[in-house]
């Protein structure tokens, strides 16, 4: 029996603002762009629980949460802070796991399977889980807990705020199937829509569907949502090795969806590598894309080639396959990033091109 968990945090841009500025605790406090008295541009990063019972909410035009709550605590998006608490985060829940895979500036999952024998095992590990964290950086988490990754992003979406969920493998199904498709987890607003459109209102409609249709609809893709809405997910937390490696990343002036940009934003990456391997005699056999959202989810997909290559080109168009493979437009894309590894010494030999280059 597999035992996921996925653990994320609670309001977590505006709890970092409450941790370092306490006096704001039961104030309305809003994190993102400058409202400038109602006229700011730019959208809402995240709001405390105190703000979200005015109607405010992520993503949300900074100018409507003016409007919303004129009097709330409006503070700038202090990335760097936020990165140095997730990374305290990071660090205790690695503790508990037997694998781990971070999913965001404030989520990860873990698998326990080793380390909790049953259910109830878990629930306890959950909570020494939020205890640490809450003792050694103050900051609340929720914990969502079942069968699989799916499943335990579902949890704990369903556990927030402050909260702990556990669903077991013979209930996943009833849990999910009767929410809107939206939120099922790997459906993205523009795949709701079509899929509404197609006449899906529940996820229980589209476990009720067939594979076949929905691949007519999305491709490949389409068999995964059949697989979701039937809360099978047999995709492993990935162990993030630090693996000695080379990257660059790119974040937006502004977020986009624009694949054109990002092909060009990675080709432009891909010359630098070249120009950083190459300048240390290295080779690289793996590719890795990272795409950050402006929701800050984080999705890492590599690929492999069973050669020793170094060139921009070779690097361009394994990382631009993998951003068509998994980028559906779903969400704007805020940063981009490319990285080598999988390094070997070029011994001595170089390549015909490199002669006569
Ligand atoms: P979330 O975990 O989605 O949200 P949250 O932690 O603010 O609130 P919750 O208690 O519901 O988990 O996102 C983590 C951080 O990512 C969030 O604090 C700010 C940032 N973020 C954005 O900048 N824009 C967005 O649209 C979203 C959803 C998040
Ligand atoms: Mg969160
Ligand atoms: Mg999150």
Redesign the pocket.
Request: charged letters at 20%.
């Given at each position: 029996m597999r035992v996921i968990m996925l653990i994320?945090?609670?309001?977590?841009?505006?709890?970092?603002e409450e941790l370092r500025r306490p006096e704001l605790k039961n104030k309305p406090v809003v994190?993102?762009a400058d409202p400038k008295k109602g006229k700011g541009r730019g959208?809402?990063?995240?709001?405390n629980?105190v703000a979200r019972k005015y109607g405010i909410?992520?993503?949300m035009p900074i100018s409507m949460a003016y409007r919303l709550k004129p009097d709330a605590v409006f503070l700038p998006?202090d990335e760097d802070y936020?990165e140095q608490m997730s990374n305290k985060v990071m660090e205790i829940v690695k503790g508990f796991a037997d694998r781990f895979e971070q999913a965001?500036?404030?989520?990860a999952f873990i698998d326990v399977s080793q380390r909790a024998k049953d259910y109830s095992e878990a629930l306890e590990l959950a909570k020494r889980i939020k205890q640490e964290i809450a003792e050694k950086t103050g900051l609340?988490?929720?914990i969502g807990i079942g069968p699989n990754k799916l499943i335990a992003k579902m949890a704990?979406?369903a556990a927030?705020?402050n909260g702990i969920k556990l669903v077991k493998e013979e209930e996943a199904k009833e849990f999910i199937q009767n929410m809107p498709i939206e939120k099922l987890y790997g459906v993205g607003k523009k795949t709701a829509e079509k899929l509404k459109q197609a006449g899906f209102a529940t996820v229980k409609d589209v476990a009720n569907s067939s594979p076949m249709k929905l691949m007519d609809m999305f491709g490949s893709y389409g068999a995964e949502i059949y697989k979701y809405a039937n809360a099978i997910d047999d995709s492993e937390v990935e162990e993030s090795y630090e693996v000695k490696s080379i990257g660059r990343e790119t974040t937006f002036e502004k977020d986009t969806e624009d694949t054109e940009k990002m092909e060009k934003a990675i080709e432009k990456m891909a010359q630098e590598i070249e120009a950083e391997i190459k300048s240390q005699g290295l080779a690289f056999s793996t590719v890795t894309l990272k795409l950050r959202?402006?929701?800050?989810?984080e999705h890492l997909k590599s690929t492999s080639i069973n050669y020793a290559a170094s060139s921009s080109e070779e690097i361009a168009k394994l990382a631009k396959q993998l951003l068509h493979e998994y980028y559906h437009g779903d969400e704007l894309v805020?940063k981009v990033g490319v990285r080598v590894s999988g390094l070997k010494k070029f011994k001595g030999q170089k390549r015909l091109s490199e002669f006569i280059g």
């Open positions: 994320d945090m609670d309001y977590f841009f505006a709890a970092c994190v993102g959208v809402v990063s995240t709001c629980y909410h992520s993503g998006v936020y965001s500036i404030d989520e609340p988490c929720s704990c979406e927030k705020p959202f402006a929701n800050f989810d805020r």
